[in-house]
């Protein structure tokens, strides 16, 4: 089956900087990438995703870019803000299937 | 509009006992999911419907887990027989489909078994 393995486990940045996560998945089959983020107590939040048939997906400070051929993906964050300090979850899965297969997050510490 | 709702929110029980976790998806959702989530960990997927059906539960660690849906809309995760190492936070997830749509999770169930 899918497995996703997700780096760094602890990321810490100063406010402003950029923060980048990477995450390898095993699946040549699997074609959507999304990433969450989780803050303490809550479920994850869906913040940006990307399909296999693009390379590279942006949302203001947020983007994400997939290499396939490499079965990697990677979130990066410009101008980093307190408020984006959270665990940080990407996940693969198969169109149709929809089971999401998680890596084991990233917990990212914006310093002011 | 309203997100995925999930109750209880918290839930201590004892070990042995039973547990129900209740899900109610966005409306007119016709795909819903559960993951189980333990401390420090990525979510993982334990089953997931399709309308009333269950399209996927190879996820369900064994047969004290049982899922339903009877009429397409809210599900009840059911734990019979709770053991300690089933404490874990319980996420209820939906989406529009099950093909290629943005899976939106609830706040979850944290269950703790003493």
């Known amino acids: 089956g899918e497995n996703v393995e997700q780096h760094p486990s602890t990321l810490s940045v100063q406010e402003g900087d950029s923060a980048v996560i990477k995450c390898t998945y095993s699946d040549s089959a699997s074609n959507y990438f999304p990433w969450y983020k989780q803050e303490l107590g809550k479920g994850p939040q869906l913040i940006i995703d990307?399909?296999?048939?693009?390379g590279e997906k942006k949302d203001q400070r947020i983007a994400v870019t997939l290499n396939k051929t490499a079965k990697h993906f990677s979130l990066h964050i410009t101008e980093t803000q307190p408020e984006d300090s959270a665990v940080y979850f990407c996940?693969?899965?198969?169109?149709?299937?929809?089971?999401?297969?998680f890596g084991q997050g990233t917990r990212l510490t914006i310093n002011p | 509009g309203a997100g995925v709702s999930q109750t209880p929110s918290n839930k201590v029980t004892e070990k042995g006992k039973y547990v129900e976790l209740r899900c109610d998806p966005i409306s007119g959702h016709t795909a819903l999911y559960w993951y189980r989530q333990s401390l420090g960990q990525g979510p993982e997927f334990l089953i997931y419907?399709?309308?009333?059906?269950?399209?996927?539960d190879s996820g369900l660690p064994n047969d004290r887990f049982f899922a339903v849906r009877p009429e397409g809309s809210v599900s009840t995760l059911k734990i019979q027989r709770t053991e300690r190492g089933d404490s874990a936070v319980y996420l209820c997830a939906s989406s529009l489909t099950n093909s290629g749509n943005t899976i939106y999770f609830g706040e979850g169930s944290w269950l703790t078994v003493v």
């Open positions: 990307i399909r296999s048939n693009v």
């Open positions: 419907f399709q309308g009333t059906g269950a399209a996927d």
């Open positions: 996940a693969a899965s198969k169109q149709g299937a929809q089971k999401l297969v």
